[in-house]
């Protein structure tokens, strides 16, 4: 069946015959009505002169169909591709009851091909008949999928929920568009549910932030603990609940980070990361407040954390952009900066080739700031690379900070992933999986770094706050406790062995896969060319969400896989199962 069709445009000879059977009986509902000669010539301009008439109806799983009638000419009308796509001959769109639209059609007296049959895949119930031009239709009923860990029991984005999400679209600005049309009711453990019955294996975190798992009992108990305590906030004033949360932080943090400043979000960490690398550069020269960061990394949307970040075109609204930032390309073996085909030991070399790039002397660098992997690849660095980047940044007194944003809290099978590389930080930016539920941030260094601003110069409104650092204590403990990240390390070889397999299945369309403990990428690749394949990479995670598997959309060619540290390895078998049949479906 070719389901997923979302506009469709069909040249009818017979205005109202159509409209009566796509309205009336296949129950499709009218959205737009230009009958009237003139009136949508006024309204589409680019069809001036056109005379067209046109209505658009709706079918129940958001499938649009415009019914076109040109008065003034025999042949087709023009048309543009964001306007309609005719002459399509096979349409297919999904119905709550498919027996009723097969005895509401024969009542009419349709014209109908086939009765109500299950499909040879045993997943719909379908029938074929004709509309009054001729078109087959392919007229589908889901068949709900209920596996152990998933349920899909209706079309996705569910007909109900199209509304909620045009009125979000209409009051909120262009950026928060283009997620998946999934509308979130609930969410628990690693698994995500809807308010009509769907129920997904979440395999984002909610954006690698959920480590310990979507509402973890021991986080609610804390949350509510401290909402009855009745201190919700306190801005920088002393606190216990503060002072308890630090000590949880210096706990799992290697002793010589020793002090920790409390924030919000991720992108408050980089800033202040710059600040104090800045203010530590100024301490030694004037000159000394170059900051270098990594090509296709990210590190916030606020303009200092931008400014680092390596997606250069996400840079582009700022204009006259700040000066002292540089950028050098980040040692991605998969695709080598300098053109070998394969990592050979060359790590040091990659570094003192990348550095050179910089086009200011090395001892005018006051800092030097990495994602420990990157976000849409989960491309590490090797570790002769980030020990040679230790030993420049001591060589020329400059401080080293790790955005640890997605890496920190076990997601990697340690603490903190910049440990896998056997060095020592100046400076580690966390949040996300700090709370595993709201906003909390912090930056953690050595004392003297910290130090480096004066009262007032590095506070915020809150930092702190009682109800996010009893969720922060709370979410430490049920990592320590309940043995997450030991489970990620546990699962690590089971999810290696499943994408090698992927790999063997799949070998024209699967590259390199990248990934620790229980965070991990999978390039996507096109055929003839091996270059990521972005079109084909958000076909894939849109069929795994119809299919009930939720994957994060890195809009980079890449399958991000990072889900909560509470998963089985049952759930975690049955997710990359829904990505093979995606794969194989949408190639």
Known sequence: MILGTRHTGIVVQDMEKSLRFWRDIMGLKVQVDFREKGEFIDTVQHLKGVDLRMIKLAAPDGTLIELLKDDAHPTPV?????????????????????????????????EVLSPPTVSPDKKARLFFTRDPEGNLLEIVQMIPAELPHRRIVSPIPHPESLSLIRELAEIEPHSMSGFPPVVWDRAEGFRVFDPYGNIWIDFTSSVVLASAGHANPRIARALRGQIDAKLWHCYCNPSRIRLDTVKALKQILPPYLDKVFLL????????????????HGRKRSPEKYHVVSFFNSFHGRTMGAQSIGGFLDQQEWMGQKPPGFHHIPFPECARCPWGRSQYEHCGRECFEKAIQTVPVPSDQVAGVITETFQGPTVAFMPEDFARALREWCNQ????????????????????????????????ICLGKGMTSSVPMSALAGRGPVLDLAEHGQ??????????????????????????????????????????????????ARIGTINGKGLVW???????????????????????????????????????????????????LLEGFDVIAQAVGECQ
């Open 521 to 571: 990428a999978v390039y996507l690749v096109n055929p003839q060319t091996k270059a990521l394949d972005v079109d084909f990479a958000q076909r894939v995670t849109t069929r795994g969400m119809e299919l009930g598997l939720l994957m994060l959309q890195t809009g980079r060619g890449t399958l991000k896989i990072a889900p909560p540290l509470c998963i089985t390895r049952e759930a």
């Open 78 to 110: 023009p048309t543009r591709n964001d306007l309609c796509d005719c002459g399509i001959r096979h349409i297919a769109f999904t119905v709550a009851d498919v027996d009723q639209s097969w005895k509401t059609l024969k009542d009419y007296g349709g």
């Open 458 to 507: 590095m506070s915020s409104t809150h930092t702190g706050n009682p109800i996010c650092c009893a969720a922060t204590i709370a979410n430490i403990e049920a990592i320590r406790d309940d043995g997450l990240m030991e489970n990620a390390l546990r699962l690590e070889p089971v999810v290696r062995e499943r994408l090698d397999n992927l790999k063997k299945e799949f070998p």
């Open 396 to 427: 020329h007194e400059a401080l080293l900070a790790f955005d640890e944003m997605q890496a920190g809290f076990g997601r990697t099978g340690q603490w903190f992933g910049f440990e896998h590389y056997g060095i020592e930080a100046d400076l």
């Open 264 to 279: 919000s979000t991720g992108t408050e960490t980089t800033e202040a990361a710059i600040k104090l690398m800045r203010l």
